[in-house]
């Protein structure tokens, strides 16, 4: 079974800059979310998605950040414009039924300079 | 905040000792779940406790929780230096139905 597939694995920007980071959840894992984990702490859920609706949005910062999940496949999350304490590591995962395991992605560290 | 909680902040033991970490949770959980991450890797999944269940065992890997005290601990037997990486306690609430809750995470060092 495939993993899920993230892309790029790093990417350094200028602050103001935009950036996307794109995700492919295992094949069939209707959920997806989208985690920031910054250096030293745990991962926060920036959005879930449930097939190509959003579940949970609570913690993005909408004024910077969007996601989008077409025909609840692949994702892409865009940071636009990019500040310092955006740098972290995106990281994505799926799970195949509720409240069981999540499978993660190798993450994209971003570093914005 | 975040839902769960470790501690210690930071391990370091050597290698065929144990190592214990425990983790503290706020609300009513449906699952507890223990994950570790390499440096600059991904998440990987442990193992998972369920509300109604007091211990689990997989491999070399003991998992407690006390609803009561709302609190978890994963216990790692004869640890190797590859045992060497962060260990994140994560909740599935049982209000929010599909929030997986990160708690901090453990460092955990197995020198050899």
């Known amino acids: 079974e495939a993993g899920v597939a993230q892309s790029p694995r790093y990417k350094i920007i200028e602050k103001r800059q935009s950036v996307a980071f794109w995700c492919n959840p295992i094949?069939?894992?209707?959920?997806l979310y989208w985690y920031q984990q910054i250096l030293g702490q745990g991962p926060k859920l920036l959005i879930q998605?449930?097939?190509?609706?959003?579940?949970?949005d609570s913690q993005l910062p909408k004024d910077r950040f969007s996601a989008e999940r077409l025909k609840g496949v692949d994702s892409t999350l865009k940071i636009q414009p990019a500040k310092l304490e955006d740098s972290a590591v995106y990281l994505c995962?799926?799970?195949?039924?509720?409240?069981?395991?999540?499978?993660f992605g190798q993450g994209t560290r971003l570093t914005v300079v | 905040s975040q839902q769960g909680e470790e501690d210690p902040q930071a391990l370091s033991i050597q290698e065929g000792e144990n190592a214990t970490m425990n983790c503290s949770y706020k609300?009513?959980?449906?699952?507890l779940q223990w994950y570790r991450q390499n440096s600059g890797r991904g998440l990987v999944h442990l193992i998972l406790?369920?509300?109604?269940?007091r211990e689990k065992h997989s491999g070399r890997l003991r998992v407690t929780l006390d609803t009561s005290k709302k609190s978890s601990s994963l216990l790692i037997t004869a640890s190797r230096a590859a045992d060497t990486a962060s260990y994140f306690c994560?909740?599935?609430?049982?209000?929010?139905?599909?929030?997986?809750?990160f708690g901090e995470g453990t460092q955990l060092t197995v020198n050899p």
């Open positions: 995962a799926s799970r195949p039924r509720p409240f069981g395991e999540a499978f």
């Open positions: 998605f449930q097939n190509n609706g959003v579940v949970d």
């Open positions: 609300t009513s959980i449906n699952n």
């Open positions: 994560a909740t599935w609430m049982e209000t929010s139905g599909s929030r997986l809750t």
């Open positions: 406790i369920r509300s109604n269940e």
């Open positions: 094949s069939g894992h209707a959920t």
